[in-house]
């Protein structure tokens, strides 16, 4: 499959990155979520995070088997303004039954998101970036999204709305881990085109101090139903470069996502909350297991310390096709 990336480094009026999935808000999210994405792994130019620190970034997305030809329905965003911008969004698969495209939302979100990095109003906190974003977004449908803004002193700013997620890995342990919001099981938090979502007000925010060294792992749910921080952590420390790690920490979750043997952090949160098999398969002694498969969407961005500051910005654009 073969990905097209755009690169800038002066305007940000241009479209980032894409992939995502979500249950249908319009059907009260009785829908399971239903995620894809398959690209090839990209690592991008190191942005520059003012006099003392730059990002390198990695990213990986692999899509849902269903969803292979149009490349899924996640997006995501990759930008150097200021200290470093980070952000995916996962669109709702629950919109195809209303004949709409899930994959529409969570792109122009994302977009728009990067079209509004340098407005005054934002004034560099996600979640009014989010605001701004949502707002300016006509197409029809829905996404969980997280976004992460570090500022050039090394303070990294997170929104997150749903069950996209983030860890901070230090020293070999993991000092943050970003919580999920849902309604109930597997009907996350998400902004929408209907009245009924959420908005940047319900967006959970968190601030972290970064150090150099310290690494970010941010992904869909389609990395965390799959895959134990456990694993996360352990997987990192076997990769210098932060591709092969998003290519790792992303073939990963799709192998456990086709397991339904593994005893997946899905599998264990749904049997949490009442989902299990019917009983006569328990009295057989038989649980529900199993991971999920989904679009899955890493990004892996490391910090390191530069004595370079220069004004770029990097993104990439990711445009769904067919091999």
């Not at 808000?25 to 991008?44: A, D, E, G, M, V």
């Not at 974003?133 to 976004?147: D, L, Q």
């Not at 009245?195 to 970010?216: F, N, R, W």
Request: one cysteine or more; hydrophobic letters at 40%; aromatic letters at 6%.
């Amino acid at each position: 499959m073969a990905i097209p990336i755009l690169r800038d480094s002066i305007s940000c009026s241009t479209h980032p990155l894409f992939c995502s999935s979500v249950p249908n808000p319009t059907r009260n999210c009785n829908l399971r979520k239903n995620n894809c994405f398959c690209l090839p792994s990209s690592q991008l130019n190191p942005v520059q995070l003012a006099n003392s620190f730059q990002f390198s970034v990695g990213t990986h997305l692999i899509p849902h088997p269903n969803k292979i030809e149009r490349g899924g329905e996640d997006a995501l965003l990759v930008s150097s303004y200021n200290g470093g911008v980070i952000a995916v969004a996962d669109g709702v698969s629950g919109w195809a039954e209303e004949n709409v495209d899930p994959s529409l939302f969570p792109r122009e979100l994302m977009a728009n998101a990067l079209s509004f990095l340098r407005d005054e109003e934002v004034n560099y906190e996600p979640q009014i970036l989010l605001k701004k974003a949502h707002a300016a977004t006509s197409s029809t449908g829905s996404a969980t999204v997280i976004v992460a803004m570090l500022e050039k002193h090394g303070i990294l700013k997170i929104a997150n709305v749903g069950d996209c997620g983030l860890r901070i890995i230090r020293g070999g342990q993991i000092i943050f881990a970003s919580s999920p919001q849902e309604h109930y099981f597997d009907c996350p938090y998400q902004l929408s085109s209907e009245m009924v979502g959420q908005t940047y007000i319900d967006a959970m925010v968190s601030k972290v101090e970064l150090m150099e060294g310290d690494t970010i792992v941010m992904g869909s749910d389609g990395l965390f139903d799959n895959v134990f921080n456990e694993e996360i952590v352990s997987t990192m420390a076997k990769h210098t470069s932060v591709a092969e790690a998003a290519k790792a920490l992303a073939n990963l979750a799709n192998i456990h996502s086709t397991d339904s043997e593994f005893e997946s952090p899905y599998a264990l949160e749904a049997r949490s909350k009442g989902f299990d098999v019917p009983l006569w398969k328990k009295i057989l002694g038989r649980k529900l297991t199993g991971g999920k498969l989904d679009d899955i969407t890493v990004v892996v961005g490391r910090v390191m310390s530069s004595s370079d500051s220069e004004d770029k910005t990097h993104f990439e654009y990711h445009l769904p096709t067919t091999s």
